[in-house]
């Protein structure tokens, strides 16, 4: 007989971070629970500044903060990131919980900036993408939400399924910048 299989859940990124290169280190984040809230109409935003006492991302912004985070997700969208979403807003918001969905990762280092140049068509400089600043573009060939975390790091979410590319890519840009230096 058979000894009965045992299933382990992992991470997006199991065993393939962290990875420490040059002056940029990526590793794995958890975000806690993440949600995607679609407003049916105006009310939306009291609600989640009531329940979870953060406005309603304007585009290519976040509120919040770390361990509560409302990103911007797209028109008239928004991801959650943190708390399981109040029974309160379901009247107000179509919520979906996305937690299995996203491979969430941070990249940091005086050259995280730099790394991100060479896989991302939008200036994420610190000049023109501050703090608090997000954006939903591509990352090589993969479709990202990149949000930039702190003067030096970036908090990048990708679809779980392209976790290893997104990991493969990044890691291949801070090799690349690293061996120039």
């Known amino acids: 007989m058979a000894d009965a299989l045992t299933l382990t859940a992992t991470t997006p990124c199991y065993?393939?971070?962290?990875?420490?290169i040059g002056t940029c280190v990526l590793t794995e984040t958890d975000l806690g629970a993440l949600t995607s809230v679609a407003p049916y109409k105006q009310g939306a935003a009291g609600a989640l500044k009531d329940a979870h006492g953060m406005d309603f991302p304007?585009?290519?912004?976040?509120?919040?903060?770390?361990?509560a985070r409302a990103i911007w997700f797209?028109?008239?969208?928004?991801?959650?990131?943190?708390?399981?979403?109040?029974?309160?807003?379901?009247?107000?918001?179509?919520?979906?919980d996305q937690t299995d969905a996203w491979a969430c990762v941070t990249l940091s280092g005086d050259d995280a900036a730099a790394v991100l140049a060479?896989?991302?068509?939008?200036?994420?400089?610190?000049?023109?993408?501050?703090?608090?600043h997000t954006a939903r573009t591509q990352l090589g060939h993969l479709n990202a939400s990149i949000t930039r975390t702190g003067v030096d790091s970036f908090l990048i979410l990708a679809f779980r399924s392209m976790a290893a590319t997104l990991v493969h890519?990044?890691?291949?840009?801070?090799?690349?910048?690293?061996?120039?230096?």
């Not at 065993?15 to 420490?20: E, Q, R, S």
């Not at 890519?169 to 230096?181: F, H, K």
């Open 15 to 20: 065993g393939l971070l962290p990875k420490t």
């Open 58 to 67: 304007a585009p290519n912004r976040t509120t919040g903060k770390q361990g």
């Open 74 to 96: 797209g028109r008239d969208m928004a991801l959650l990131a943190g708390p399981a979403p109040d029974a309160a807003l379901a009247e107000h918001a179509a919520l979906t």
């Open 118 to 132: 060479r896989l991302v068509p939008v200036d994420l400089s610190l000049a023109k993408f501050k703090r608090g």
């Open 169 to 181: 890519d990044l890691v291949t840009a801070m090799e690349s910048l690293a061996a120039r230096r």
